[in-house]
């Protein structure tokens, strides 16, 4: 490759929340009308939250109960706001918030994703909408604290914030601009079905807003779900800026029946968080999620764009990972052994994004259905230079 200066720039890191969470989020908790905030309390709402969902995943979030917006604070919120601010980083690689002065959350909860999802743009209003009053209130109330001058975030100028109660499947749609950027958070998966996410994502593009996030667990059956939604955007007239990088069929729908794409990010933890996880049987040393970011523009043109969408697959002295760079499902493979001890132990991981082209792997093996592509020493130099590893 010669020119690498359209290569896409290094992820900047997102806004270190850790003071808010301690503080403003804290105090909120500390606030709620439950008998008790001490972490044995909060270790069971998170418990009987997560249990709700496993049971009921197509129920509602029971925010009429206290113990549940517990739980959604101390638990769910953080692992959230973790998650979109990953995206944000995501988007931020591709240039995709350029031009947006509005953020309209739907499906709120606790106003999670917008949060994290905020300083990635100089954001002059937010919208928050969910179908329980109770919660827009409170979403309402985190994102003003923000703007406080006692919290140490890195935050964009403060937004002006509008919210109300607003049920996505019966309520008529506000109207949006092509400058208003919608962001729908683990709200496709409490949906009866697809064909309801479908309904819904078409209603969203027959408005005039200009770009869409969505945030979906990383199982494989909601992953899939929204890989599939992928062509009801692109037939809206809708471009996929990440994480596809290209705009053909997603390799892992043509040639797999189980193969999702997910992403993988490292939880911010709070100061209860450590002692809470203590006492539950999930320990999120990592979290997942599925998402895509959708605009009405095309995404910057950056040839042989590549992203890793699969973790290191450890094999008899050969690393292989997969990666996405077209409808081909391929994977990248090195041999450690046969490398310097410097570059034996570069790391790719989930989400890493870069540009490889033909001439950077060797011969092509494989099947077709799951592609080899060994990589060259200087291409492995090179991104080793590149991701700072
Ligand atoms: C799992 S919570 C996710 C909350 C938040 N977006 C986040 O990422 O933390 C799903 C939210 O979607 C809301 N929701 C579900 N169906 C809705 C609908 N038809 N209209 C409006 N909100 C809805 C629920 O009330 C709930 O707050």
Redesign the pocket.
């Known amino acids: 490759m010669e020119n690498h200066s359209s290569q896409p720039k290094l992820e900047e890191s997102a806004p270190d929340w850790t003071s808010w969470l301690n503080t403003t989020l804290r105090r909120e908790i500390d606030s709620l009308d439950t008998t008790a905030a001490d972490i044995k309390t909060l270790a069971a709402s998170a418990l009987r939250l997560s249990n709700h969902y496993v049971s009921n995943p197509l129920e509602?979030?029971p925010?009429h109960e206290p113990w549940a917006i517990q739980a959604l604070l101390a638990y769910?919120h953080p692992l959230?706001l973790s998650r979109a601010s990953t995206v944000g980083r995501r988007g931020q690689a591709r240039q995709f918030f350029s031009g947006f002065t509005d953020l309209v959350d739907?499906?709120?909860?606790?106003g999670?994703?917008s949060l994290g999802l905020r300083p990635f743009a100089p954001f002059e209003r937010v919208h928050l909408?969910?179908?329980?009053h109770r919660?827009v209130e409170r979403a309402a109330r985190l994102h003003a604290s923000v703007s406080d001058s006692d919290s140490n975030t890195v935050l964009a100028p403060p937004a002006d914030i509008n919210s109300r109660a607003?049920?996505?499947?019966s309520d008529p749609l506000p109207s949006f601009s092509p400058r208003h950027l919608i962001v729908l958070?683990?709200?496709l998966t409490?949906l009866q079905d697809e064909r309801e996410s479908a309904t819904l994502i078409r209603r969203l593009t027959s408005s005039a807003m200009g770009g869409l996030v969505i945030i979906e667990p990383s199982t494989s059956d909601d992953a899939r779900k929204l890989q599939r939604l992928r062509h009801t955007l692109q037939e809206a007239g809708f471009y996929i800026w990440a994480p596809c990088t290209h705009a053909e069929e997603c390799p892992l729908l043509l040639h797999s029946e189980k193969d999702w794409c997910h992403d993988r990010t490292v939880p911010l933890k709070p100061d209860w968080w450590e002692a809470l996880e203590s006492r539950l049987p999930i320990k999120n040393e990592t979290v997942t999620f599925s998402y895509l970011l959708a605009r009405r523009e095309p995404p910057p043109k950056v040839p042989d764009l590549a992203r890793v969408t699969g973790d290191t697959l450890f094999e008899k002295g050969k690393n292989r990972q997969l990666l996405c760079r077209s409808s081909s499902r391929e994977f990248l493979s090195w041999f450690p052994q046969r490398l310097t001890k410097q570059l034996a132990d570069i790391r790719f991981e989930r989400g890493d994004l870069f540009q490889l082209g033909d001439n950077e792997v060797g011969e092509k093996r494989g099947s077709a259905n799951a592609v080899e592509l060994r990589i060259k020493i200087e291409a492995l130099e090179r991104l080793k230079t590149l991701l700072q590893r």
Request: proline fraction near 0%; charged fraction near 20%; aromatic fraction near 16%.
């Open positions: 509602r979030s925010w769910y959230n739907i499906g709120c909860g606790s999670a994703a909408f969910d179908r329980d919660v607003l049920n996505l499947q958070s683990y709200v409490e």
